[in-house]
């Protein structure tokens, strides 16, 4: 989750300041064109599919797959019987 901001030296600016809260096995589909057509609206969307098998009850503001620093922020959940199922879109690229 997102909490403060933190001046950078390096590039003059201010960044969050994050910390980890839950970190679980998932697997991640990338949406197609006409998914994000169908589900959005757009085909121009950078969005993916994340199923998960256990549940999380909490807000969260951002997510990241695997070593990659790109945000991935929730556009809505799907609600299924077995596994937790949301669509995220790209927030912003790395902060490096």
Known sequence: ?????KYDPETGGHKPDTKL????WANV???????N???FGNYNLNTK????AEN??????????GNDSTHWIK?????????KS????WSYGNES
Do not use: D, H, Y
Not at 1 to 5: A, I, L, R, V
Not at 21 to 24: H, Q, W
């Open 29 to 35: 589909t990338s949406n197609g064109v006409q998914r």
């Open 37 to 39: 057509v169908e589900a």
């Open 56 to 65: 999380i009850n909490f807000n969260w503001s951002f997510l990241l797959i």
């Open 75 to 83: 556009k809505f959940e799907t609600p299924t019987l077995k596994v």
């Open 21 to 24: 809260v839950f970190e679980c």
């Open 86 to 89: 949301f669509q995220v879109e």
């Open 49 to 52: 599919t994340i199923r998960l």
């Open 1 to 5: 989750m997102e909490s403060g901001n």
